[in-house]
């Protein structure tokens, strides 16, 4: 039967070509101890670059990936350098004797972006709709490069930092919901303490971009598609709840659920009318205001508010079941 299993796994490989560094001679095998041992080599011209690898699995034949982040060890995560077989160990027997390893492939992601993070590369936009509400009108932004969460922040990720969960829908790989905009400053803060990152909430404007695509995206009505059911969780497909992250499509830059699963916070003071006066570079929202914004659908919104123009705000204390945020980071 382990025979058939080793057999069985596959691997599908999924590199990153933008910094130029490659990935070749990836493979895995199932030893006698029911631990899966992936081996690769990373080859970049500079030793000392260190990168972020990831792995991911799926059991459907690629339908769906999860990323793997439990009982596993070895040469994954951040700050990894060039070089030679290297190996990565995977149990994934150990807290799931009945996981079915059968036809597993995996997919090996290296970037030079921190774990969990997408790099999105700056440019001009035009932000906003004509289309829909008065307060979207149409306007040209530009962004610096950043980096934003490839998903939704996670109750394990906040209970790892903050050390209890407040959500209300309750599940390690759910995102966090029912936490203010004043709540998350504070998980910023220990965040960044922690890792020596400086950790933070996307502008509005980024946040858009990234939802738009960034420079490679193409016009759609939500992040990624035209089509809601494709890309997000809402109040026709989500059967009032929340869902795992990251189990919708992405969009062009590799990023899920920006067009519903849960609303997101960031960092701007919510004006009404702030399009009609916000600057052309990196705008940063009104310099006050009583609300901040939030973006993005949500699993209790109709298909109009799941649009990736749609904005709006809450006072920085509301606690909801429907709101959560991702993380980003500033490039240099």
Same mark, same amino acid.
């Given at each position: ?19 130029? @560094? ?13 631990? =899966? ?19 991911? =699995? ?51 992601? =290296?970037?030079? *972006? ?7 590369? /700056?440019?001009?936009?035009?932000? /906003? ?18 980096? #934003? ?21 309750? /599940? ?6 029912? +936490?203010?905009?004043?709540?998350? @400053? ?36 939500? *992040? ?6 494709? +890309? ?51 705008? @940063? ?7 901040? =914004? ?28 429907? #709101? ?9």
């Amino acid at each position: 039967m382990k025979t058939k299993f080793i057999l069985a796994i596959s691997l599908m490989l999924c590199v990153l070509t933008v910094f130029a @560094q490659k990935v070749e001679n990836v493979h895995a095998r199932l030893t006698t101890s029911e631990s =899966v041992i992936i081996t690769y080599d990373l080859l970049y011209s500079d030793l000392t670059k260190e990168f972020t690898v990831e792995l991911f =699995v799926t059991t459907n034949n690629g339908q769906s990936y999860t990323p793997v982040t439990k009982n596993i060890e070895g040469e994954t995560g951040e700050n990894i350098k060039p070089g030679k077989n290297k190996t990565v160990t995977w149990y994934p027997f150990k807290n799931n004797p009945g996981y079915n390893v059968r036809n597993a492939q995996f997919k090996v992601i =290296v970037s030079l *972006a921190p774990k969990g993070m997408v790099f999105v590369k /700056g440019g001009t936009f035009q932000m /906003g709709s004509n289309n829909s509400d008065k307060n979207e009108p149409v306007h040209t932004v530009s962004v610096s490069d950043f980096y #934003i969460g490839k998903y939704e922040v996670t109750q394990k990720q906040w209970q790892d930092i903050m050390g209890t969960n407040p959500s209300g829908l309750k /599940g390690d790989n759910l995102p966090v919901e029912r +936490v203010s905009w004043n709540d998350i @400053q504070e998980f910023l803060e220990k965040l960044n303490q922690k890792t020596g990152k400086n950790y933070r909430l996307p502008t509005e404007a980024e946040w858009e971009y990234a939802a738009r695509g960034g420079s490679a995206g193409s016009p759609t009505t939500y *992040a990624g598609s035209n089509t809601i059911d494709d +890309v997000a969780w809402h109040d026709g497909n989500s059967k009032n709840k929340t869902h795992p992250v990251g189990q919708k499509q992405a969009n062009e830059l590799d990023i899920y659920d920006m067009a519903g699963n849960i609303r997101e916070w960031c960092s701007d003071w919510y004006g009404s009318s702030y399009y009609s006066s916000s600057p052309v570079n990196n705008p @940063q929202g009104p310099s006050s205001g009583s609300s901040r =914004v939030f973006r993005g659908g949500s699993w209790s919104y109709d298909d109009s508010r799941c649009r990736v123009v749609f904005r709006n705000g809450y006072n920085p204390d509301v606690r909801s079941i429907s #709101i959560g945020f991702r993380l980003a980071l500033s490039s240099k």
